[in-house]
T-cell receptor, first 117, second 112 residues
Framework: EPEVTQTPSHQVTQMGQEVILRCVPISNHLYFYWYRQILGQKVEFLVSFYNNEISEKSEIFDDQFSVERPDGSNFTLKIRSTKLEDSAMYFC???????????????FGDGTRLSIL | KQEVTQIPAALSVPEGENLVLNCSFTDSAIYNLQWFRQDPGKGLTSLLLIQSSQREQTSGRLNASLDKSSGRSTLYIAASQPGDSATYLCAGYNNAGNMLTFGGGTRLMVKP
């Protein structure tokens, strides 16, 4: 069964450094998402992306964050200047679209654990 | 703003027991609702998606229901097995399908 893949599985970065998290969504999916889960807390929505633009974002997704689909397969999340509180598990998800979207679940990757030192 | 709550936070049952996990949400305008399973250190595996127009969905030993008027969803697991041990998350879609709002999860342990 097709899967969403994320790399790396664990990223350790010094505070203030830029980090790029990578995702390869399922090939025929056109909606892409990033979520994060701080240890011990709920999974939180960050951003959704469709047709090469952001369709919705949360208040967490401030100017330090950006997303990009640099080619036909990758979807990236960039954090420009990382802070200690950015330490979390980051999940990428994708959803097929076209037709009735309401019966199309989001499919999640295994996540990237980001540790800011 | 949508708030999703799951009670209990943790549950331990003997193998073979039928059990119900609860999910409540504050905004009845929730569109669809999705149940996930999360194993330690792993991603989220989609279990069931209940569309706004549906009241329940079934997959194998799992049955999920949605009652928008009362703001509740339940996940019923029949004949539980040790392999069912995981954290179960419910999440509601907004009406554009762009974002999921998650509950805190129920950590289930099924003892042999």
């Amino acid at each position: 069964e097709p899967e969403v893949t994320q790399t790396p599985s664990h990223q350790v970065t010094q505070m203030g450094q830029e980090v790029i998290l990578r995702c390869v969504p399922i090939s025929n999916h056109l909606y892409f998402y990033w979520y994060r889960q701080i240890l011990g807390q709920k999974v939180e929505f960050l951003v959704s992306f469709y047709n090469n633009e952001i369709s919705e974002k949360s208040e967490i997704f401030d100017d330090q964050f950006s997303v990009e689909r640099p080619d036909g397969s990758n979807f990236t999340l960039k954090i420009r200047s990382t802070k200690l509180e950015d330490s979390a598990m980051y999940f990428c998800a994708s959803r097929r679209t076209g037709g009735d979207w309401s019966n199309q679940p989001q499919h999640f990757g295994d996540g990237t654990r980001l540790s800011i030192l | 703003k949508q708030e999703v709550t799951q009670i209990p936070a943790a549950l331990s049952v003997p193998e073979g027991e039928n059990l119900v996990l609860n999910c409540s949400f504050t905004d009845s305008a929730i569109y669809n609702l999705q149940w996930f399973r999360q194993d330690p250190g792993k991603g989220l595996t989609s279990l069931l998606l209940i569309q706004s127009s549906q009241r329940e969905q079934t997959s194998g030993r799992l049955n999920a229901s949605l009652d928008k008027s009362s703001g509740r969803s339940t996940l019923y697991i029949a004949a539980s097995q040790p392999g069912d041990s995981a954290t179960y998350l419910c999440a509601g879609y907004n009406n554009a399908g762009n974002m999921l709002t998650f509950g805190g999860g129920t950590r289930l342990m099924v003892k042999p």
